[in-house]
C-alpha cells in the first residue's frame, strides 16, 4: 500500500522485490552477522522497509527492478561518499521451478535451483560476495563465496568512499533461454557503533549481584538466584546458559500467587553512549495470562518504559537470547537501570516460571 501511494495508482511491487525488502530490512538476529538456519535473515522491520520504499531512488537507497537477458551482465554503479561506510546489496528473483526428489526423500541436499543468478560488488580494489551457508555445518556462520544453492544473495562490506559497480550475471544457460526477472536492493549505511564494553555482564554466580534489588507485591513470589539441578524440568538452567540462573517461580507446592515480582539492576552511567543493546538468555512455561517484561528506567528507578514484553495463553517456552535495542531510551543517560519483571494473570492467580541468565548491556561509542 505504502509502495503504491509512492509510486502512484496501480503501482505495486513484484513478489520477488517485497522478498527482497522484508530481508533487505530485516534486524540483525544471532551470534553473528549475516544469515544463519536459526534466525533465518533476521527480525522483520516494517518500519525500516516502509522507509526504504520512501527514500528509495536517492544514492543511499535504492530498489532495482530489471531483467537479465541471457548471457547478460547488468551493471549497476553506486558514489559511497564515506569511509568506513556499510554497502548492503540485496538480490532476490523468482526462480523457474525446480525438480524435486519423488517421496519420500526429506530434506533433500541436491541443489533445486534453475536460473543461478550470480551477485558482484566491485570497488576500492576489491570484490565482494554473497553470503553462503553450509547445510553441513549448520551451527558455522555464514561465509561470503559464490553461492550456487539459493535464490537470495546478500553482499554486506564495510566499503571505503569511491564507486562501486554492482553487477548481476548468471552460470550456464537461462531456463528455455528466457529472460530473468529480479530485484536489486542497494543500501549505504552509516557506519556501526563500536563496542565500548558492557556497563551490565551478569551470569548471576555469585548470587544476587551486588546493587541489585527485588520487589514484589504482598503475597507474592521473589526472583531467586538459584543453583541448577541437572536433568530437572523446572529447576535445570533450561535458558540454553549454564551454573547459576536467575528464576521467578509462581507455582510453589502446587499453589499459585498472585504476583508482580521485579528483578533490578544496580544503575550504570550510559552518558557516554551513543548506543546500548541489551541481551539476555530466557526461558518460560506460561499457564494462562502471565506477562514477562523488561523495562527501563534513565532516572535511577523513578520512571520506568517498557522495551519488551511477552504473554501467553498456556504455552511452553524454549531457549531463547534476546536481543533489544535501548538506545533510543538509555544511551546517553547516566542512571541507567533494567528491570525484570513478571506478572501472574488478571482473571486469577496463576503462573508458571520465567528463568533469566547471561544479561548484558553493552554501550557504544
Avoid: C
Amino acid at each position: 500500500e505504502h509502495y503504491e501511494n509512492v509510486n502512484g495508482n496501480g503501482q505495486f511491487m513484484r513478489a520477488a522485490t517485497l522478498k527482497g525488502l522484508a530481508i533487505h530490512t530485516a534486524d540483525e538476529t544471532g551470534s553473528a552477522p549475516g544469515p544463519d538456519y536459526q534466525y533465518g535473515w533476521g527480525l522483520l522491520n516494517t518500519r525500516k522497509a516502509a522507509g526504504m520504499i520512501t527514500a528509495a531512488g536517492s544514492n543511499s537507497q535504492q530498489i532495482i527492478e530489471a531483467t537479465l537477458q541471457p548471457g547478460a551482465t547488468n551493471t549497476v554503479s553506486i558514489e559511497v561518499p564515506d569511509s568506513q561506510a556499510v554497502l548492503k546489496v540485496t538480490l532476490v528473483w523468482t526462480d523457474p521451478a525446480g525438480t524435486p526428489p519423488a517421496p519420500p526423500v526429506l530434506d533433500a541436499t541436491q541443489p533445486m535451483l534453475v536460473n543461478d543468478l550470480d551477485l558482484r560488488v566491485v570497488g576500492g580494489g576489491e570484490t565482494y560476495f554473497p553470503w553462503i551457508l553450509d547445510p553441513e555445518n549448520p551451527d558455522n556462520p555464514a561465509t561470503a563465496g559464490d553461492n550456487w544453492r539459493d535464490n537470495v544473495e546478500q553482499v554486506q562490506a564495510s566499503v571505503t568512499a569511491g564507486t562501486y559497480n554492482i553487477s548481476v550475471s548468471h552460470k550456464g544457460a537461462l531456463s528455455a533461454s528466457q529472460p530473468q526477472d529480479y530485484a536489486l536492493l542497494v543500501s549505504i549505511l552509516p557506519p556501526p557503533p563500536v563496542a565500548s564494553g558492557y556497563a551490565i555482564d551478569e551470569d548471576f554466580s555469585a548470587g544476587l549481584p551486588a546493587g541489585w534489588t527485588l520487589e514484589k507485591n504482598s503475597g507474592g513470589r521473589d526472583w531467586q538466584i538459584l543453583d541448577p539441578i541437572p536433568g530437572h524440568e523446572e529447576f535445570d538452567n533450561l535458558t540454553g546458559g549454564s551454573g547459576r540462573f536467575a528464576m521467578l517461580d509462581n507455582y510453589v507446592d502446587g499453589s499459585f500467587a498472585w504476583t508482580r515480582s521485579s528483578l533490578i539492576s544496580h544503575a550504570v552511567d550510559l552518558s557516554a553512549s551513543s548506543a546500548a543493546t541489551l541481551t539476555f538468555n530466557s526461558y518460560f512455561i506460561y499457564d494462562t495470562v502471565e506477562t514477562l517484561n523488561v523495562d527501563v528506567s534513565n532516572d535511577g528507578g523513578s520512571n520506568w518504559v517498557n522495551v519488551w514484553s511477552r504473554q501467553g495463553f498456556g504455552a511452553s517456552g524454549l531457549p531463547t537470547v534476546e536481543s533489544v535495542d535501548l538506545s533510543s531510551v538509555a544511551a546517553g543517560y547516566n542512571s541507567v537501570k533494567v528491570r525484570f519483571r513478571f506478572e501472574s494473570g488478571f482473571i486469577g492467580p496463576d503462573g508458571y516460571h520465567w528463568q533469566v541468565d547471561n544479561v548484558r548491556l553493552q554501550r557504544y561509542g
